[in-house]
């Protein structure tokens, strides 16, 4: 197993990509901190990693928050005492009604043949609260398990952080500014600090998937998930299972001359 007594951190791993991640990690050898804002789903996540034969403990907390943060990390450190692997996954994101709406109506104009007439209204509708929640998540959650993470890793001259981007990052997302936004300051800091602790050992990538089948896009409105599909080449929606494979390859040994990259499993989406 290619990570066999390594500890590894995943956030937002109750559900969804973070779960596969979590289980994938477990499945090589690693034991998880599984990070959520949701206590249950963290425990039942790691309830699955041991039931698999895996060693897992719950480390639920708001990674937007730092001082909840720093207590996670002594929760699991005090017992583990090491760091390998951290995966900054936890996220979200907030699409306002009126905007689905619009989105769906876009798509529709266009399939007509027809002027789009139908503004999406995702900007000048955009909430402070929303935009800063946005980024509080993603840019400070990220952020604040980082800086805990090379606390350890510096001292030990090791270690792997992979942070959660996004297409939306690299080519923007219509309808969520605030998300794509997020997703491009996570990439800009990725490559900040790899450059920063590369010479310690240390690799910092990002993972910036397509669209992939989650109870989050399945939120989206039928046409907009149709017309998805069809600007994705591969015909196809990604598998939580896949971006997972692509973590466990960037906190792997194969991928020791890797840092400061952006891998992007996207269907061919964004080519």
């Known amino acids: 197993m290619r990570l066999e007594e390594q500890v590894a951190l995943v956030t937002g791993g109750g559900s969804g990509i973070g779960r596969a991640i979590a289980l994938a990690l477990a499945a090589e050898g690693a034991r998880v901190a599984v990070n959520d804002l949701i206590e249950e789903s963290a425990q039942a996540v790691a309830e699955e990693i041991e039931a698999r034969g895996g060693t897992a403990m719950a480390v639920p907390a708001d990674v937007a928050d730092g001082r909840a943060v720093l207590k996670m990390f002594t929760r699991f450190l005090t017992v583990w005492d090491r760091l390998d692997v951290v995966v900054n996954n936890a996220g979200a994101l907030f699409l306002a009604p009126h905007v689905a709406a619009n989105m769906e109506a876009q798509v529709a104009e266009r399939a007509a043949g027809g002027p789009v007439r139908t503004a999406l209204a995702a900007t000048r509708t955009l909430e402070d609260g929303i935009w800063r929640r946005?980024?509080?998540?993603?840019?400070?959650?990220?952020?604040?398990?980082?800086?805990?993470?090379?606390?350890?890793?510096?001292?030990?001259?090791?270690?792997?952080?992979?942070?959660?981007?996004?297409?939306?990052?690299?080519?923007?997302?219509?309808?969520?500014?605030?998300?794509?936004?997020?997703?491009?300051?996570?990439?800009?800091?990725?490559?900040?600090?790899?450059?920063?602790?590369?010479?310690?050992?240390?690799?910092?990538?990002?993972?910036?998937?397509?669209?992939?089948?989650?109870?989050?896009?399945?939120?989206?409105?039928?046409?907009?998930?149709?017309?998805?599909?069809?600007?994705?080449?591969?015909?196809?929606?990604?598998?939580?299972?896949?971006?997972?494979?692509?973590?466990?390859?960037?906190?792997?040994?194969?991928?020791?001359?890797?840092?400061?990259?952006?891998?992007?499993?996207?269907?061919?989406?964004?080519?």
Do not use: W
């Open 134 to 271: 946005t980024f509080a998540i993603h840019v400070d959650g990220t952020f604040h398990c980082t800086r805990d993470a090379l606390k350890v890793m510096e001292v030990r001259r090791s270690g792997r952080i992979i942070n959660m981007a996004s297409i939306a990052g690299i080519s923007g997302l219509a309808g969520s500014p605030d998300y794509s936004a997020a997703k491009a300051a996570v990439i800009g800091f990725t490559k900040a600090v790899a450059r920063e602790v590369a010479h310690l050992g240390i690799r910092v990538n990002a993972i910036a998937p397509g669209f992939v089948e989650t109870p989050l896009l399945a939120e989206l409105p039928d046409l907009v998930r149709l017309a998805i599909l069809a600007q994705t080449p591969s015909g196809r929606l990604g598998t939580p299972e896949e971006i997972a494979a692509a973590v466990l390859f960037l906190a792997s040994p194969e991928a020791d001359f890797i840092t400061g990259q952006v891998l992007s499993p996207n269907g061919g989406f964004t080519i």
